[in-house]
């Protein structure tokens, strides 16, 4: 069950891929849609019952990463637009659980041939790759609560 419901939240990151293509613009998403609709600065302060100031500011602080989600979804109504608020991951979310996988079980195959190493029965290359395939598929298929910690 448990499966089945991780499953259907990284289907909504695989469908997200068309996000990935989308990047502020240098200016701000705010001064570029006020541009392209050929509106003003202080144009812009007067739909949002604001000072000028107060609206450079809004833009200003877009592009400084200071804007919050608050404002955006305000200045948003007022120019008639959906807020869209996504994170989206840079690979899939597979391959990230893989990736995450494949690092926990370097380090217990290497913690557990250690101390084969100290009873001189250390694995081989061969074996050593295998063993790491096969714990990061265990880790995968049980998805253990302590893959993301340290």
């Not at 041939?113 to 598929?137: A, F, G, V, Y």
Request: glycine share 2%; hydrophobic share 40%.
């Amino acid at each position: 069950m448990k499966a089945l419901i991780r499953q259907q939240y990284q289907h909504k990151f695989d469908d997200s891929a068309m996000f990935r293509v989308l990047r502020r613009p240098k200016e701000g998403w705010i001064r570029t849609l006020r541009k392209a609709l050929g509106m003003s600065s202080p144009q812009l302060a007067r739909l949002l019952g604001v000072s000028r100031a107060q609206a450079s500011q809004i833009e200003r602080m877009e592009i400084d990463d200071r804007v919050t989600l608050k404002q955006l979804r305000r200045v948003a109504v007022k120019l008639d637009c959906e807020l869209v608020y996504a994170l989206v991951p840079r690979s899939s979310v597979n391959e990230m659980i893989r990736e995450r996988a494949r690092y926990k079980a370097k380090k217990i195959v290497a913690a557990a041939n250690k101390h084969m190493i100290l009873e001189s029965q250390q694995l081989s290359e061969m074996s050593l790759k295998e063993q790491i395939d096969l714990e990061t598929n265990r880790l995968i298929q049980n998805m253990p609560r302590d893959l993301w910690e340290e």
